[in-house]
């Protein structure tokens, strides 16, 4: 099982800043990764996915980056309601596997 | 609107069975791979099973092989989850999610999401 390992667990930062949020899958995974937002009471919503390729609705703040085990998630000029959970997936191996997750607050 | 609607979710006893349903509106599901994915209460998402868009292949975390069946009716755009021999680590939210490029396996993720429907295995 490819084991997704995502860093920091919380981040707490300003409005304005930017976040660098880090994935490592435990061996390759190609660009065959995704990113998730998840609001309070909020089912998942797809971020990005193909490590870098933005889904419907995210503005450009919003980039992914990397290949093979290392992946980055950036959000630049912070905003409120970028406060949530997000969560890398791998889905280039069975079983599919997600990250831990990693809780951006705003302050 | 492409939207997914789970149901069937509720309480049940330890070694007892549950059936999930989700319905998809606004596409043809016959043309996607389907997942559920389930969240225990303020813990992280694990994916559960996955079939793809006829039937053909079916996976499983090992933590419900022999336990729970996923399985689908295209002509009613609905998927579903038997859950037997439930246990209290089964408790969770659970999300039936599409597989957005048509397979899951190296296509691009899961999307949409439905609203969930909640499982609790409790005496």
């Known amino acids: 099982e490819v084991v997704m390992t995502q860093s920091p667990v919380t981040l707490s930062l300003s409005p304005g800043e930017g976040a660098t949020l880090s994935c490592r899958a435990s061996?390759?995974?190609?660009?065959?990764l995704a990113w998730y937002q998840q609001k309070p009471g909020q089912a998942p919503r797809l971020l990005i996915y193909?490590?870098?390729t933005r889904a419907t609705g995210f503005p450009a703040r919003f980039s992914g980056s990397g290949s093979g085990t290392e992946f980055t998630l950036t959000i630049n000029s912070l905003q409120s309601e970028d406060s949530a959970v997000y969560y890398c997936?791998?889905?280039?191996?069975?079983?599919?596997?997600f990250g831990q997750g990693t809780r951006l607050e705003i302050k | 609107e492409v939207q997914l609607v789970e149901s069937g979710g509720g309480l049940v006893k330890p070694g007892g069975s549950l059936r999930l349903a989700c319905e998809g509106s606004?596409?043809?599901?016959?043309?996607?791979?389907m997942n559920w994915v389930r969240q225990a209460q303020g813990k992280g998402l694990e994916w559960v099973a996955s079939?793809?868009?006829?039937?053909?292949?079916?996976y499983y975390t090992d933590s419900v092989k022999g336990r729970f069946t996923i399985s689908r009716d295209n002509v009613k755009n609905s998927l579903y989850l038997q859950m037997n021999s439930l246990r209290a680590e089964d408790t969770a939210v659970y999300y039936c999610?599409?597989?957005?490029?048509?397979?899951?396996?190296?296509?691009?993720?899961?999307?949409?999401w439905g609203q969930g429907t909640l499982v609790t295995v409790s005496s």
């Open positions: 999610a599409r597989c957005s490029g048509g397979t899951c396996h190296r296509s691009s993720g899961f999307d949409p």
């Open positions: 606004g596409f043809t599901l016959s043309s996607y791979s």
């Open positions: 079939i793809s868009s006829s039937s053909n292949y079916i």
């Open positions: 061996q390759s995974v190609s660009s065959n």
């Open positions: 193909g490590a870098s």
């Open positions: 997936q791998q889905y280039n191996d069975w079983p599919i596997t």
